[in-house]
Every structure is written in structure tokens, then in C-alpha cells.
């Protein structure tokens, strides 16, 4: 897959650009002093470096020893400790009889996780819930999320070998929709990854939704919109709105059944079909893309852009809403995090908001603006807007 930015890349033997800058050389001459043992001990003993030292040490080992961490959290997850701590303390023995591992095993498991404040001591041989396992507890979808990274961890076990070719891998067989299967998918395997998409989307639809709104909308037209967790928000926020779910038959049927427990029946309708290929409902004056474009390699993540300018009225808007790459405090993240991920998935990449608002502009809306959100980390939302009067504007 061809990714922007490959013809920037040097050739062998060719200087990259500012090879000869002031910044480039303050760069080499850093390099060459980080990389320096004799400058680390020095560092280490004086006392107005010593702090940053150790901060930087404790960074790169929290880097190296990443893969631990997160498999004790998945063991918590695998074992239920956080739902077996609900309730009050528990004795080290209790947890190793309902959880099935010998008392040492289960020692130090627990141990492992009060030191990612996953759990705490509760007096001696008691353990209780700590600062992130009543997070995890109180947030059902994050755990699921954790559960299901047992695919991509098999995958990551030889990320070279994973990062020389995206066949077969482990998550994407679990969605063969990725790999453009659209009609190969058995219910359970609809059913596993429908579930987790909608309960990771119960986290997001309320922020989404406080920075575009819903009050303006008539028609609410969610394309790739799942069991319809975010249309059933929407449609929540305004009781004269009506709306539809877009998404493969055997998922519109599950979103037809939610919608129905909902109490939305009557607003929404959910219509199975191709995004790529199939007619899109008419009607609508907005259009969504919830975490969407990013599961798509470019072409056909443009294309759904230009769909839905085909698809809009005047004055109709697109709502684009996902995690970003480049977004501040969040960088490994959106490279790192999902780019791995959506290797592993074998479609798509995570795109900057510059990246998405050039392609809108180009796919000829006359605006599109970013709007902030309270957890941008997890998403962030861009606005398209349509006059018919073909001008492009930031």
C-alpha cells in the first residue's frame, strides 16, 4: 500500500533536507551526548541532572517493559479480578480459589498490578480495587477492548515479520470486512466485533456529539454507523429527528433490533447495504463517519468523502469523527498505537486533521473546520459544510 509522504523519503547515499542547518547539527550533537555512557553517569550524579536522569530512565524502561505491562493488565481482564474486587477486599487466597491459580501465582499477579494502580493493598494479604481498575470496572468496553487485543498481540509477537506483509494476520480474520470479504462474515464473527465496536462507541458518541450537535440536523444519516450506538444518541439530543444506519446487512440487522429496544423504532430505520458501492438513503442534510475513514486504505477513504458530498444538499454537513494522528499529548497513539493496529487489521492508517480537511476541501465542500472535544485523544471531530456555491475555504 502506498502511504503519502514515500517520495520524501531519502534515497540511499542522498542527505535528507537540512542536513546542514544550525537545528541539524544541535540534533547530532545531541545524539552524540545521549548516546554517550560517560555523559548518563555524570548525569546520574549530579544533583541538578540526577532528576532528569532518572526520569528518562524510568521513561525507556517503562518503554522496554510495555508488553509486561499490558499483559498483566490483560491477565486481570482474563481472570475477572476487577469484578471480583467489586464488592469490597479479598483475601490472596480467595482470589487464587476463583480465579484457579496456585497462591503464588496469584501473589504475584496482584502484586504486578498494584504497581500499575490497577489494584491495592487492603491490609495484610487483602487486596481491594485501585485507581485504574475502577476505571476499567466502571468503563465494561475498555475491558472488552483488552480482550480482544489477544489477536493483536499474537500478531505483534514478530512485528518485522508482521511489518513485512498484511496477509492472514490474527485481527484480520477476526473482520475479514477489512480485507474487502464483505459477504464472507459468519454471524459470530458479525456478532464478536459489532458488540465491541458498539460498546467502545457508548464512550465516545456524548463527546461527539457536545461539539457538533444535533439540534440543527433533520435527518440523521450515520454511514458505517454499526448496531447504531452513535444514531441512537443523536436522536436522543433531538426529538424531531429522524434518522438511518448504513452498514452491511448482517449488521443492520443488529442495529435494527437496538434501535427497536431503544424505544427509536419509530425515528430510525437501519438500511444494509455497500458504503462503497450501493446507493446511499437519500435524504439526508447530515452525514457521519464515526471512526470510519481510518479502518480504509486513501482511495477508498476518499471516496467515502466524495460520496457523501455527492449525497448532501445544500447546506448539508459531514461529520468526521476519529482518533487523529499528530493530536498533542496523544502521538503514540495515533502512530503508534493504531498505526500497529491497523496494519494488523490490514486496511487503513491514522491520518492527521490537515490530512482530512485537504481531502474535503478537494472533494468540494466549501468549509471545514475542527471542533474541539473533551477527550481528543480518543476522538476528534471535523465539520464539513456544503453552500453550492463551490468555493473552498478553511
Same mark, same amino acid.
Given at each position: 500500500m502506498g502511504e503519502p509522504g514515500a517520495s520524501h523519503?531519502?534515497?540511499?547515499?542522498?542527505?535528507?533536507?537540512?542536513?546542514?542547518?544550525?537545528?541539524?547539527?544541535?540534533?547530532?550533537?545531541?545524539?552524540?551526548?545521549?548516546?554517550n555512557p560517560a555523559f548518563h553517569r555524570a548525569a546520574a550524579r549530579f544533583p541538578l541532572t540526577r532528576p532528569i536522569a532518572r526520569r528518562r530512565a524510568r521513561a525507556l524502561f517503562d518503554l522496554s517493559a510495555g508488553f509486561v505491562y499490558s499483559q498483566i493488565l490483560f491477565a486481570c481482564v482474563r481472570a475477572g479480578l476487577f469484578e471480583r474486587l467489586a464488592e469490597g477486599p479479598r483475601s490472596t487466597a480467595a482470589i487464587a480459589t476463583a480465579t484457579g491459580l496456585p497462591e503464588e501465582g496469584a501473589l504475584r499477579l496482584l502484586r504486578g498490578a498494584a504497581a500499575l494502580r490497577l489494584v491495592q493493598a487492603a491490609g495484610k494479604g487483602f487486596w481491594r480495587l485501585g485507581e485504574q481498575g475502577a476505571v476499567m470496572l466502571g468503563n465494561p468496553s475498555i475491558?472488552?477492548?483488552?480482550?480482544?487485543?489477544?489477536?493483536?498481540? $499474537?500478531?505483534?509477537?514478530?512485528? &518485522?515479520?508482521?511489518? %513485512? /506483509?498484511?496477509?492472514?494476520?490474527?485481527? +484480520?480474520? @477476526?473482520?475479514?470486512?477489512a480485507a474487502g470479504e464483505r459477504d464472507a462474515m459468519a454471524a459470530a464473527e458479525v456478532a464478536a466485533y459489532s458488540e465491541l465496536m458498539a460498546g467502545s462507541q457508548s464512550l465516545l458518541s456524548e463527546d461527539i456529539?457536545?461539539?457538533?450537535?444535533? $439540534?440543527?440536523?433533520?435527518?440523521? &444519516?450515520?454511514?458505517? %454507523? /454499526?448496531?447504531?450506538?452513535?444514531?441512537? +444518541?443523536? @436522536?436522543?439530543r433531538n426529538?424531531?429527528?429522524?434518522?438511518?444506519?448504513?452498514?452491511?446487512?448482517?449488521?443492520?440487522?443488529?442495529?435494527?433490533?437496538?434501535?427497536?429496544?431503544?424505544?427509536l423504532a419509530a425515528r430510525a430505520e437501519a438500511v444494509g447495504g455497500d458504503m462503497f458501492n450501493d446507493p446511499w438513503p437519500a435524504g439526508a442534510d447530515t452525514i457521519s463517519l464515526v471512526r470510519v475513514l481510518h479502518?480504509?486504505?486513501?482511495?477508498?477513504?476518499?471516496?467515502?468523502?466524495?460520496?457523501?458530498?455527492?449525497?448532501?444538499?445544500p447546506g448539508g454537513r459531514l461529520v468526521i469523527a476519529e482518533p487523529l494522528a499528530g493530536t498533542r499529548g496523544a502521538e503514540a497513539m495515533g502512530d503508534g498505537y493504531f498505526g500497529f493496529y491497523l496494519w494488523a487489521m490490514g486496511s487503513g492508517r491514522p491520518r492527521t486533521a490537515d490530512e482530512l480537511r485537504r481531502w474535503v476541501l478537494e472533494a468540494g465542500f466549501d468549509r471545514c473546520r475542527e471542533l474541539k472535544t473533551a477527550q481528543p485523544m480518543l476522538a476528534r471531530v471535523l465539520v464539513a459544510e456544503r453552500d453550492g456555491q463551490g468555493v473552498n475555504s478553511t
Open positions: 523519503v531519502a534515497a540511499v547515499g542522498e542527505n535528507p533536507p537540512g542536513t546542514r542547518g544550525l537545528r541539524e547539527r544541535f540534533l547530532s550533537w545531541r545524539d552524540r551526548l545521549l548516546g475491558g472488552a477492548m483488552v480482550s480482544h487485543h489477544e489477536r493483536l498481540y $499474537a500478531d505483534l509477537a514478530d512485528p &518485522l515479520a508482521l511489518l %513485512g /506483509g498484511r496477509a492472514d494476520t490474527n485481527l +484480520a480474520r @477476526l473482520w475479514p470486512y456529539l457536545d461539539a457538533c450537535g444535533a $439540534a440543527g440536523s433533520r435527518h440523521w &444519516l450515520d454511514v458505517g %454507523g /454499526g448496531e447504531g450506538v452513535f444514531l441512537a +444518541a443523536a @436522536l436522543r426529538s424531531a429527528l429522524h434518522g438511518t444506519v448504513l452498514d452491511l446487512p448482517q449488521v443492520a440487522t443488529r442495529a435494527r433490533e437496538r434501535l427497536l429496544q431503544c424505544g479502518d480504509h486504505d486513501d482511495a477508498p477513504a476518499r471516496a467515502l468523502i466524495a460520496r457523501a458530498r455527492e449525497a448532501l444538499p
